[in-house]
């Protein structure tokens, strides 16, 4: 196994050639203990589910790192085992890495977040707080809210009389939905970047309303005092065909501002078929549009997300940059932040030619090697109502909180060595996850701790939630500390309000962070 120390990966980022830098922590861990700002967090636990989407070119040059645990070594012999080429280990891990003076973040989507609030810093779209606008409100001000973040997380809380719309979207729906250029508009999330990004997106495609983010989102919402709405699900409609005249000219305005540059077809081909060079084919529209259609071998990555979390989508630097809709309106905003982001080479292909339909297939990493054996919802039922099998779930701290077969423990797939011994002795151990697959490949890791059969209920927690059985929510019986995640604020059970006021400071002050690293690569366009 090749290792490489701090200094030859400093000249590794500076050196022009691809790199992909993955940090193997879980995530709770990689956000809490510090990461290097240039870097992808692929937990252990799901590396052969992520990493063929996120470095889809065998040949790429990889440095794997951790904080020293030895994480690192375990997921470089999966990728080379799995056919990439290329593959080195941070000795001493993120500890290393500053003893030479390089700078550690917390938190997570680093880069996506200082690009926030370094678009607010120069471009200083207008701002309303929470005070301000529940003013607003009681005044019957001619206004309209939207919440640019995917419709699962506006579901859970959201302003009242708020619409969803993800930041992507705006300049595609809000022309056709707002009747009166008069009307103003507020655009919020969670926190502060979509927030920010979303209102500057319609301001450079020129959008006539007067636009304004809301500061500090939902938590700055909360923190004034004010109740939040939960379960929401009304949404800013899809535009008529006949209402996407502005938009598409608003898109052909911003591609010549930042220079965005449009691809046919043909030229897709050859760049699909260059491969001396990483290509990412994103289709950033939303989830049920890519479903019904996309270009063939496109991975979803909605272009509000994409921004927001670049890094989950976007390992490999250079690289070259497809995104993908069908009039390119979308694909052509998205990319204006990509570009502004550091990424050199952008492109928007729109194309009617999609004829691929259903989500992303989820392609394991080769040598990966599933649990075949299983069970169905009925056989689970029976099983569990004679006492004669332990449920062990593998889905999300956060998902196991909020909803688990009843009985059942939590474990991590990454620390399951030390975890599992901690799950009450049975005649049969059956796994489950969110995920079928991450169930599957946990088992299999079982076979080696233990002599307990094991199998995985098919189709995992959807199937059977599908079949309408009972859940039990809590976070009892979890066999080690929920380090899986990094908690959102409204997600803690206990000091919310001291936690979003540490998040809210903690993003105003990236900025100042990452100005003076020397990956930083953020670049304005007149």
């Known amino acids: 196994m090749n290792k490489i120390n701090a200094r030859q990966l400093r000249e590794g980022y500076d050196d022009g050639r691809e790199l992909a830098v993955l940090d193997v922590r879980e995530e709770g861990v990689y956000s809490r203990d510090g990461h290097l700002l240039r870097v992808s967090n692929v937990p252990l636990s799901v590396l052969e589910l992520r990493v063929r989407a996120l470095l889809p070119r065998p040949a790429t040059r990889i440095v794997v790192c951790d904080g020293g645990e030895g994480l690192a070594e375990a997921a470089a012999r999966k990728l080379i085992a799995g056919g990439y080429s290329d593959v080195s280990v941070l000795e001493g891990g993120t500890p290393a890495w500053q003893e030479i003076g390089g700078r550690l973040y917390t938190g997570v989507y680093v880069p996506s977040k200082a690009f926030g609030e370094y678009i607010q810093h120069e471009d200083a779209p ?81 959008f006539p309303n007067p636009v304004y983010a809301l500061r500090d989102g939902t938590q700055g919402w909360k923190l004034a005092g004010f109740q939040l709405n939960h379960g929401r699900t009304e949404a800013v409609p899809l535009p008529s065909q006949q209402g996407l005249g502005w938009s598409q000219q608003a898109a052909q305005r911003v591609a010549r501002r930042f220079g965005i540059r449009s691809i046919d077809t043909a030229r897709l081909q050859q760049l699909r078929a260059d491969t001396m060079r990483t290509l990412y084919l994103l289709d950033v529209r939303n989830p049920e549009e890519f479903e019904h259609g996309h270009v063939p071998g496109a991975q979803s990555a909605p272009g509000g997300q994409l921004v927001q979390a670049t890094d989950t989508f976007i390992a490999v630097r250079p690289s070259t940059i497809v995104l993908c809709d069908n009039d390119g309106i979308r694909a052509t905003m998205t990319a204006a932040w990509l570009v502004q982001m550091g990424h050199d080479e952008v492109y928007v292909h729109a194309s009617d030619v999609q004829t691929e339909r259903g989500a992303s297939p989820q392609i394991l990493l080769d040598g990966a090697r599933p649990c075949s054996a299983s069970v169905t919802v009925a056989e689970l039922k029976a099983l569990l109502a004679e006492g004669n099998a332990q449920v062990v779930d593998f889905a999300t701290s956060l998902q196991y909180r909020e909803g688990h077969i009843p009985g059942a423990w939590h474990a991590i797939r990454s620390r399951l060595a030390a975890q599992l011994p901690k799950v009450p002795a049975t005649s049969l151990l059956i796994f489950t996850a969110a995920e079928e697959a991450l169930a599957r ?3 299999t890791d079982a076979a080696a701790l233990t002599s307990t059969p094991v199998k995985v209920l098919s189709g995992g927690n959807a199937t059977w939630i599908a079949a309408g059985a009972a859940l039990e929510t809590g976070d009892e019986r979890m066999t080690g500390a929920a380090e899986d995640l990094s908690y959102r604020a409204l997600d803690r059970k206990e000091n919310v309000e001291q936690a979003m006021r540490e998040y809210l400071s903690w993003e105003v002050e990236l900025l100042n962070a990452v100005s003076s690293d020397p990956d930083f690569g953020f670049r304005r366009f007149p």
């Open 126 to 206: 207008r701002e309303v707080t929470a005070s301000e606008l529940n003013d607003w409100m009681k005044a019957g001000k001619d206004m309209v809210v939207v919440d640019s973040r995917p419709l699962a997380e506006f579901h859970r809380n959201s302003i009242p009389g708020a619409y969803d719309c993800p930041s992507a979207e705006l300049p595609y729906r809000m022309p056709e939905f707002l009747r009166s250029p008069e009307t103003t508009v507020v655009v919020n999330c969670g926190g502060r970047t979509r927030s920010i990004i979303g209102a500057q997106v319609l301001i450079n495609a020129g």
């Open 441 to 443: 490949l946990a088992a």
